[in-house]
């Protein structure tokens, strides 16, 4: 697809259960970023893969929290044994570049709304 | 610490009117900023950007001011439109670090 795909759109799990969520990057792109966004607030930085290596993990609020990358494409953010304070939209962007350097900007995805129950 | 804050959790106008939308940054590494508009249900789409190399950039109907010595960004949009009603974001990239630190937002509401 032309932008960044996330799946599923929408979540309701229960308390405990574990849930993956998905990012198809902009083709080529080699930066991926997951963000996590609560109700009404700004965007949490959670985890920042180049390739399929992850220089920067230091958002992540757990180690319940995990992602993955294969194939400089595909993403999956993984969340164990899910909390009600999980809850929140996931958002994932991809760029050509880094922040600031040539072909950094960031393109986010429409996010997936998690609910736990 | 990494903190992006804004003044105004929401702004008002009417139509035609010009909108400014401040932020406040902390961290004096910082050597890039973005605006991001985020409508409801959409991820943030980038606006305009200002290395910290520069004060003042221009784009179509935004203008985007830097003030290092306070540490201040701010947003001008003119001749706000219904259309521009979203929540607005400032991020800034810390030098050497390769992510974004965003801001809580401020929602811009344009009545026509």
């Known amino acids: 697809g032309a932008g960044v795909s996330q799946s599923p759109s929408n979540k309701v799990t229960e308390k405990g259960k574990d849930v993956e969520l998905r990012c198809d990057p902009i083709?080529?792109?080699?930066?991926l970023y997951w963000y996590r966004q609560r109700l009404g607030q700004g965007l949490e930085f959670l985890i920042y893969?180049?390739?399929?290596?992850?220089?920067?993990k230091s958002g992540l609020p757990s180690d319940r929290f995990s992602a993955e990358r294969t194939g400089e494409s595909v993403s999956t953010l993984t969340i164990q044994r899910t909390q009600q304070e999980d809850s929140a939209v996931y958002l994932c962007?991809?760029?050509?570049?880094?922040?600031?350097?040539?072909?950094?900007?960031?393109?986010f995805g429409e996010g997936s709304r998690l609910t736990v129950l | 610490g990494e903190s992006v804050g804004l003044h105004l959790p929401t702004l008002s106008v009417q139509e035609g009117d010009n909108s400014i939308i401040n932020c406040a940054y902390s961290n004096s590494a910082s050597d890039y900023f973005i605006w991001y508009k985020q409508e409801s249900g959409k991820g943030p789409q980038f606006i305009i950007d200002?290395?910290?190399?520069?004060d003042k950039r221009q784009g179509q109907r935004v203008t985007v001011l830097l003030n290092k010595t306070v540490k201040h960004l701010s947003l001008q949009i003119a001749a706000t439109q219904p259309g521009d009603s979203a929540v607005y974001f400032c991020a800034e990239n810390i030098r050497g670090f390769q992510k974004l630190v965003f801001g809580t937002g401020t929602r811009l509401l344009v009545s026509p």
């Open positions: 962007a991809s760029s050509l570049g880094v922040p600031g350097g040539s072909a950094g900007e960031l393109f």
């Open positions: 083709s080529g792109h080699t930066a």
């Open positions: 200002i290395r910290s190399n520069m």
């Open positions: 893969f180049q390739g399929n290596s992850a220089p920067d």
